[in-house]
Antibody, heavy 122, light 106 residues
Framework: QVHLVESGGGVVQPGRSLRLSCAAS????????MHWVRQAPGKGLDWVAV????????YYADSVKGRFTISRDNSKNTLYLQMNSLRAEDTALYYC???????????????WGQGTLVTVSS | DIQMTQSPSSLSASVGDRVTLTCRAS??????LNWYQQKPGKAPNLLIY???SLQSRVPSRFSGSGSGTDFTLTISSLQPEDFATYYC?????????FGQGTKVEI
């Protein structure tokens, strides 16, 4: 069965960096686009970034563009999120999610990890 | 970016009620609209994709409709386990966006 397990969260000071990982299993990781979605405490879902199945394209929310970098290692079935210049407003539970593309267009997230908590605080 | 606006922000309903949640996009997104349910302390769970297709193993009391800018999620007969927050999400743009959520209280 499909499993996505995030790790790497923790408490970090503003301006510092952190790298999150998402270990995938139970499916052919290299065939799927992958996303990061975050959720601040008590708030809604906030899309962060996407990487295509082969790593050829990456896109970011305006709020993290230039500070965060999404990457993947298909040989290790692992997705990453490098987060630099962290701010208090980046405090959130970070989920990785698998994307399924529809033949007629569009896509959806069918599997999500359990999330890893990032707290940015001095 | 495409803005997604959900209404209401919260609602209170009784078991057995028919409940309709609304999601509006800031521009036309065809039928590239998904609905997720999230319970406290859990990851979101896909309910509806492509505006009206029911995800496997999701109860048939959930249904979705709409196209263009206006979409609805309907729960035909609310059950106690449906207490949750519901989010819409567009996949028309490469930069995905979610609505702010509708909290359904039983």
């Amino acid at each position: 069965q499909v499993h996505l397990v995030e790790s790497g969260g923790g408490v970090v000071q503003p301006g510092r960096s952190l790298r999150l990982s998402c270990a995938a299993s139970g499916f052919t990781f290299s065939s799927y686009g992958m996303h990061w979605v975050r959720q601040a405490p008590g708030k809604g879902l906030d899309w962060v970034a996407v990487i295509w199945y082969d790593g050829s394209n990456k896109y970011y929310a305006d709020s993290v563009k230039g500070r965060f970098t999404i990457s993947r290692d298909n040989s290790k079935n692992t997705l990453y999120l490098q987060m630099n210049s962290l701010r208090a407003e980046d405090t959130a539970l970070y989920y990785c999610a698998r994307e399924v593309r529809l033949a007629r267009g569009g896509s959806y997230f069918d599997y999500w990890g359990q999330g890893t908590l990032v707290t940015v605080s001095s | 970016d495409i803005q997604m606006t959900q209404s209401p922000s919260s609602l209170s309903a009784s078991v057995g009620d028919r409940v309709t949640l609304t999601c509006r996009a800031s521009q036309s997104i065809s039928t590239y609209l998904n609905w997720y349910q999230q319970k406290p302390g859990k990851a979101p769970n896909l309910l509806i994709y492509g505006a009206s297709s029911l995800q496997s193993r999701v109860p048939s009391r959930f249904s979705g409709s709409g196209s263009g800018t206006d979409f609805t999620l309907t729960i035909s007969s609310l059950q106690p386990e449906d207490f949750a927050t519901y989010y819409c999400q567009q996949s028309y743009s490469t930069l995905r966006t979610f609505g702010q959520g509708t909290k359904v209280e039983i």
